[in-house]
């Protein structure tokens, strides 16, 4: 079985254009999910190649308004599930309800909000649920054993886990650490989107048999920093078809 793959790409980075190239490589490539963040200017769980691309998405004009356009525009040849990953400020900056109604008339299917805890969420989760949307709860090693049975206690029908402390970015070794994590979370009957430091096939291959898609986003971005002359379209599509 192939492997999935939920592929997260920055809206705008390089630019808005060059982000949707992205979205339709990574689409052709085979990956089972994209995960478009929507970028903010302080985030908390970003290692130094998404913050990057964060900051030159802001550069070259990235809004909200805009983020959903581009969401359009790639409904437009696709109708692959997308997940909008963005940090709470964006949403309650924007109006919950606002983006929410958003999210719904751009067809997408749910968001991870990896700074909100489901339990001081300003009514988030429950009113994303009351309109169809997937609220994606995010746990890591470091959250306590009571409050992890309460996520995913939880209605959520996926939940994403980060298989190792810190930031995003830097290469996991996966070890025995890791599979408890994976194994108690996977006890649950979640669908697991596991992410933090993925970027190669055998990673995946270690953790396929507790997951249900693995997230990758800084291998992406360091092949379009390398990419140099090469079309983004190409390097992508390369990459992700390595990893499935």
Known sequence: MKNRIMAHMVAFYPSREKSLET???LIDGGCTYLE???PFSDPTADGPYIQEACKQALEKGFKISGGFELIGDIRTFSNIPIFIMCYANTIFYYGIEQFLECCVSGQVQGLIVPDLPVDYDEGLFEKSECRGLEPVPVIAQSTKPDRLDM???GRSEFVYAA???GITGSFTDIGEENIQFLTKVDSFGKKILAGFGISEKHQIEAISSWIHAAVVGTAFIKEIIHSGKASIYNV???KIQSLI
């Open 236 to 238: 992508i599509k390369k």
């Open 23 to 25: 979205a339709r490589a």
């Open 163 to 165: 298989i190792r402390k």
């Open 36 to 38: 478009v963040q929507f």
């Open 151 to 153: 996520i995913l206690k």
